[in-house]
Antibody
Framework: EVQLVESGGGLVQPGGSLRLSCAAS????????MHWVRQAPGKGLVWVSR????????SYADSVKGRFTISRDNAKNTLFLQMNSLRAEDTAVYYC????????????WGQGTLVTVSS | QSVLTQPPSVSGAPGQRVTISCTGS?????????VHWYQQLPGTAPKLLIY???NRPSGVPDRFSGSKSGTSASLAITGLQAEDEADYYC????????????FGGGTKLTVL
């Protein structure tokens, strides 16, 4: 059974940093592109970043480019999102998702982890 | 504003048919990228509902169907049930954004 479990969310002050993790199981992790998608309270889904299977290619939304870094450890089946220079508008539930075949649908989603940026 | 445009809300009575539109442009849906649909029940993570414009993952009832034409796509739900009340999102990719993922703004379906 495919499982994605996010962790690392919490309360952080503006300008601070946080590192999210997503533990994957039930599939060959290194064979899939992975994404982070976020959802601000009461708002819609917004794509944040993606990484290809071997970690050699990444892409970011303009709103987080230069502040967030996506990475993965295929030996540990774990996806990461390093978030620096956090702003109030980064407050959201962050979901880790699996891309079914590269530029495809997001066929599995984690339960999400809440990041709150506030003083 | 989202790159893909959806109506903020739709509603229907039990048993009725509703459709949710997703309007894009020549740089995303019109460029040939597939459209996918997700259902988000209250308080839960989104779930894949339709992939590749019109395909249903295993376990999704055939009451749900998708279509795509030109720069738009649609999700149809027939035989509306109370448990269909949720938020629905379309998703594709956009060439003008370096092939980045784009979502619609979401549509709240209310079952009357």
């Amino acid at each position: 059974e495919v499982q994605l479990v996010e962790s690392g969310g919490g309360l952080v002050q503006p300008g601070g940093s946080l590192r999210l993790s997503c533990a994957a199981s039930g599939f060959t992790f290194s064979s899939y592109w992975m994404h982070w998608v976020r959802q601000a309270p009461g708002k819609g889904l917004v794509w944040v970043s993606r990484i290809n299977g071997d970690g050699s290619s990444t892409s970011y939304a303009d709103s987080v480019k230069g502040r967030f870094t996506i990475s993965r450890d295929n030996a540990k089946n774990t996806l990461f999102l390093q978030m620096n220079s956090l702003r109030a508008e980064d407050t959201a539930v962050y979901y880790c998702t699996r891309d079914s075949h590269g530029l495809g649908d997001h066929d599995y989603w984690g339960q999400g982890t809440l990041v709150t940026v506030s003083s | 504003q989202s790159v893909l445009t959806q109506p903020p809300s739709v509603s229907g009575a039990p048993g009725q048919r509703v459709t949710i539109s997703c309007t894009g442009s020549s740089s995303n849906i019109g460029a040939g990228y597939d459209v996918h649909w997700y259902q988000q029940l209250p308080g839960t993570a989104p779930k894949l509902l339709i992939y590749g414009n019109s395909n249903r993952p295993s376990g999704v009832p055939d009451r749900f169907s998708g279509s795509k034409s030109g720069t738009s796509a649609s999700l149809a739900i027939t035989g509306l049930q109370a448990e269909d009340e949720a938020d629905y999102y379309c998703q594709s990719y956009d060439t003008s954004l370096s092939g980045r993922v784009v979502f619609g703004g979401g549509t709240k379906l209310t079952v009357l």
